[in-house]
């Protein structure tokens, strides 16, 4: 039995750092070639540049969470797909050694995913992903027996929407606390498309960019925002605002926690899983009476505690998962016994 199975994808890879890389902002010029941020990560044409750092970690979101559960100290397991190569033995001995189970499918005509990451001196990066097989569960070959436990953290990526609608409707029987945190190609298939998955969801986590995009509500009215997520989902909606920090909503509360301010800022990468699986981890922790997909307040603020915490730790460190916290010095560090949250009515 465990206490929590993440479901998703994992992926080789690999970090490049240069002083050599640099950040450009002109929206006027880049937009129109192209950017939509109007912004970009440039190097010099064909020159042979200077890499100070290289890192191979693996990545991927259920790799990612699955880490922080079991650092925490959770019984965890891992539902992956990988490819019959070196990439796939790599990706599954990492995650064991952290004391995961993992339950990999193996694709043998494919390759496991992989990618390359480009970290400027700001850690601002642009990620060149190759997804190879990560994203190909097969109804046919996936293991249902082996969905014992809790909860279930299940961030689908690229998985075909008819297998993720199974396997929730298979948790969904076995009374398991559902975690939901949907890529964007599952956010444009729309509410109508995704409202019967979402009454099955306990905690439900976006960015405020997708929280925006999926609602229609528009991008500076977070309660309302929450207002249209709480109509949709029967339990917690967790919307991350970057720098700004994070949003909970309950239904009835809703709670703005800040964040905790970074030693040095190295890499992004992997930040979202650390704050979404650092969350969950709080809610288990703390609330051993969650019910009816509701937490008392003292623990959804110790929850925003350690995800704030977790996500800070993790972008101090090249890759992923470095920096993800045990229980241990999550608690002893001075630094993380204070984060401003405020509790307000929805």
Not at 89 to 100: L, M, S, Y
Not at 240 to 257: E, W
Not at 265 to 280: C, E, K, N, Q
Request: with cysteine; hydrophobic share 40%.
């Amino acid at each position: 039995m465990f206490d929590v199975l993440t479901i998703g994808t994992a992926t080789r890879d690999v970090f490049l750092r240069s002083h050599l890389f640099r950040s450009i902002r002109d929206p006027q010029h880049l937009k129109a070639e192209g950017f939509p941020t109007g912004e970009a990560e440039c190097f010099a044409l064909g020159a042979k540049l200077e890499v100070d750092e290289i890192a191979f970690t693996t990545g991927g979101g259920a790799a990612n969470t699955s880490v922080t559960f079991s650092r925490l100290g959770l019984r965890t397991g891992a539902f992956l797909t990988i490819g019959d190569d070196g990439l796939g033995d790599q990706i599954v001995r990492d995650i064991e050694r952290e004391g995961v189970k993992v339950f990999s499918s193996r694709i043998k005509k494919g390759q496991s995913g992989y990618s390359t990451i480009l970290l400027d001196p700001h850690g601002e990066r642009t990620v060149l992903v190759y997804r190879g097989v990560s994203g190909e569960f097969s109804l046919k070959n996936f293991p249902f027996e082996k969905l014992k436990g809790r909860w279930a953290y299940i961030v689908p990526g690229s998985i075909p929407f008819e297998f993720i609608e199974k396997v929730i409707d298979e948790l969904r029987r076995r009374k398991f606390f559902i975690v939901f945190n949907p890529s964007q190609s599952y956010l444009k298939l729309g509410i109508q498309r995704l409202s019967s998955l979402l009454k099955a969801v306990s905690v439900f986590i976006v960015n405020r960019e997708e929280a925006a995009y999926f609602t229609g509500v528009s991008y500076d009215y977070e309660r309302e925002i929450f207002r249209a997520l709480d109509a949709l989902v029967p339990g917690i909606a967790v919307m991350t605002d970057g720098s700004r920090g994070a949003f909970v909503s309950d239904g009835t509360t809703l709670y703005h926690s800040l964040v905790f301010k970074e030693q040095t800022l190295l890499d992004r990468t992997g930040a979202g899983d650390a704050f979404g699986s650092g969350f969950v981890a709080g809610l288990m922790l703390r609330d051993e009476k969650f019910l009816n997909n509701k937490a008392q307040t003292d623990n959804v603020i110790y929850a925003l505690q350690l995800a704030s915490a977790n996500a800070t730790s993790v972008v101090e460190r090249i890759g992923a998962q470095a920096g993800i916290l045990t229980r241990k010095r999550f608690e002893e560090e001075a630094r993380f016994r204070n984060l401003i949250i405020k509790v307000r009515p929805l």
